[in-house]
Structures are given as C-alpha cells and as structure tokens.
C-alpha cells in the first residue's frame, strides 16, 4: 500500500512570506505527527494529531507555527513570515494509534523548506 | 529528563567489517519504548526496530541485531558484514509514557561504508 506522502518535495520562499506543507498519511492511521529537522540534527518533535484533534502541540515553536487536519486524512503545516531559522526539513509521520503507547511511526520523505 | 544521547557523530569502516552503533537514554518512566531508524541519502526515515522495556531479549534480523541493557540504558545497534548500502544515518529514538506519542531522537550516526 501507499507510504506517507508528503508535498512539496523542495519549497524555496522569500523572508516574510507564508508557507504551506501538505501531508497525506498513510490509509487507515488516525495519528499524525509533524516533525522538524534542521541541518545535521536529529528530529525536533512539533504537533501530534489523533484523528483531527491536537493533544501535543508541545513543539510548536512559536505562534507562526499552525497546523490542521481534515478528519483523519490530510494535513497542513503553515508557517507564517518565514524567517531563516525556520529552514529545515519538515517530516510528517503516521501511526494506528492503538490508544497505547508505543504505536511505530512511519515517516514520509519531508518536505524540504528553504527561507532566503 | 528523557534524552536519547548518540555519541558517535560519524563511524566510518570498509565493507565487510561488523559495526556497532550506541545508543543510551534516559527516563525515568518504567514503561517506555525504543526505536531504530535508518535514513538514507534520499532523507525518508525507514523503520527498523522497535523495543519496549519489559522484553530485553536481543534481537537478530539478518545482518542486523539489537542488543537492549536496561542495566546500562543502552540500545546498541550492529550491523555484521556491513554493505556500501547500509550507508545512512541511523537515529535512535524514545517514546515514554509521560511524553505521549511523540518520539525523542538522538542526533544519529552517520555511517560511511567503503568499499
């Protein structure tokens, strides 16, 4: 079956314009998760979707930072005056969410975000 | 604090070397889990392992195996007979009951295989 799909593969904006980054999970997962990698870092966590409800949006790192998602399918990521610091590849990532703990999360290929 | 700490930044061998990969975290959870990703040059993280803490059995999957000491924190990696291809950088992460969901990762490994 299909992975998570994510898109644009590559986004290259202007300083103060606003992105979006689009993210389809995998058929059937109700979690979904957003995650930032910087360049030669590991995964900086950002928001946890289960269905479309937000319990965990601990990592937003700062109001520009938003995110939605349409029943348990789609997701977007908008960041809002892009500033420089906010380059980076964004990863999004499915689960089943069992209700548990310790569901394994498959990621998608990221959207790589570049802030002139 | 739950931290994952990969202290190898960069390990580089020639084919067919054995290499051991180390991962130690931190929780003071006693329910947790423990995982393995490998991310190729493409960027996609591919799923390895996954491990919670009540079964420190090791595990073989081919040329892959995990060695999980609670007694150290450690969740070590090695690859036997490592391949051009298993070139990646591997991240070890943590799920724990406290922190819902999410995972915490490591700053990964970066793994050059030679020929």
């Known amino acids: 079956g299909a992975g998570v799909s994510q898109s644009p593969s590559n986004k290259v904006t202007e300083k103060g314009k606003d992105v979006e980054l689009r993210c389809d999970p995998i058929?059937?997962?109700?979690?979904l998760y957003w995650y930032r990698q910087r360049l030669g870092q590991g995964l900086e966590f950002l928001i946890y979707?289960?269905?479309?409800?937000?319990?965990?949006k601990s990592g937003l790192p700062s109001d520009r930072f938003s995110a939605e998602r349409t029943g348990e399918s789609v997701s977007t990521l908008t960041i809002q005056r892009t500033q420089q610091e906010d380059s980076a590849v964004y990863l999004c990532?499915?689960?089943?969410?069992?209700?548990?703990?310790?569901?394994?999360?498959?990621f998608g290929p990221g959207t790589r975000l570049t802030v002139l | 604090a739950q931290k994952v700490t990969q202290a190898q930044t960069e390990i580089s061998v020639v084919e067919k070397e054995d290499v051991t990969l180390d991962c130690v975290y931190e929780?003071?959870?006693?329910?947790?889990?423990l995982f393995w990703y490998k991310q190729p040059p493409s960027g996609e993280l591919v799923f390895l392992i996954r491990?919670?803490?009540?079964?420190?059995q090791n595990e073989i999957s081919g040329r892959y195996s995990w060695n999980f000491q609670k007694s150290t924190s450690s969740f070590n990696f090695t690859i036997t007979a490592s391949q051009v291809v298993d070139s990646a950088v591997y991240f070890c992460?943590?799920?724990?009951?406290?922190?819902?969901?999410?995972?915490?990762f490591g700053t990964g490994t970066q793994l050059k295989v030679e020929l």
């Open positions: 990532a499915s689960s089943l969410d069992s209700g548990g703990l310790g569901d394994t999360q498959y």
């Open positions: 992460a943590l799920m724990f009951t406290g922190g819902g969901n999410k995972l915490t």
């Open positions: 491990r919670n803490s009540f079964d420190e």
């Open positions: 058929s059937g997962h109700t979690a």
């Open positions: 929780t003071r959870d006693t329910t947790y889990y």
């Open positions: 979707f289960q269905g479309n409800s937000a319990p965990d």
